[in-house]
């Protein structure tokens, strides 16, 4: 499956005790696989107390939401449009209610290098990180490994820029011209490599700056 980053939720302000209690116990469920199989109903309120202390990235982007938002119920129109399907559009639309679309939200946090999809396994706004496996030449293996840890947000924060720099140093050494989006993607293209490290240093501060932990997911 490989490295996918996601900005975890962070605490309501003034919620920061109840947060840190709350995700302390949900992990705890979480890892407990009996009792995960065992008690769904028990999860659920766990999880729906967190929530209720936390803020997601969604909300943070302010996301536009199918049935609310005027920008996601045009993209469910054309996304019908693109199905074949008898289904009436208005059984269709009931059934996607309340999605929230991340992916309408363009900004460093949404990022061009994502394995994120509309209800996917993640979002738009995660940011594949292992795309920064090609770039281990230049970070170092301490670097990469790093990639796959959880961090505050704080930390996000110098990690991003330490990325960032790394991709802006190659571009002003070896005198490189980032791809534009139509440009077909090379692994071993060093224009690819610099591009990946500065978009990757942008997500990072981005989510930190906004006060958002890193989640590694692999």
């Not at 990469?144 to 704080?154: D, G, S, V, W």
Request: with cysteine; charged share 30%; proline share 6%.
């Amino acid at each position: 499956m490989g490295l996918d980053w996601n900005p975890a939720n962070k605490a309501v302000p003034g919620r920061e005790a109840d947060y840190e209690a709350l995700k302390a116990a949900l992990d705890a469920e979480l890892a407990d696989e009996s009792q995960h199989d065992a008690d769904d109903e028990q999860e659920s309120e766990a999880s729906r107390r967190f929530f209720e202390a936390s803020i997601s990235a969604f909300d943070t982007l302010m996301a536009p939401t199918v049935g609310v938002d005027e920008p996601a119920n045009q993209w469910a129109r054309e996304e019908f449009e693109q199905l074949e399907t008898d289904e009436p559009f208005e059984k269709w639309f009931e059934s996607i209610r309340g999605l929230r679309l991340a992916h309408l939200s363009p900004c460093p946090g949404v990022p061009r290098y994502s394995n994120g999809s509309v209800g996917g396994y993640v979002e738009p706004f995660s940011f594949r990180g292992q795309f920064l496996t090609f770039c281990e030449p230049i970070i170092g293996m301490e670097v990469l490994e790093r990639c796959y840890q959880n961090m505050p947000a704080e930390e996000l924060i110098s990690f991003g820029r330490h990325l960032k720099e790394k991709g802006e140093a190659l571009v002003r050494e070896s005198g490189l011209i980032l791809p534009k989006e139509s440009d077909e993607f090379d692994e071993e293209d060093p224009r690819w490599h610099a591009d990946i490290l500065i978009a990757a240093g942008d997500w990072c501060i981005f989510w930190g700056e906004r006060g958002h932990p890193l989640e590694a997911y692999w």
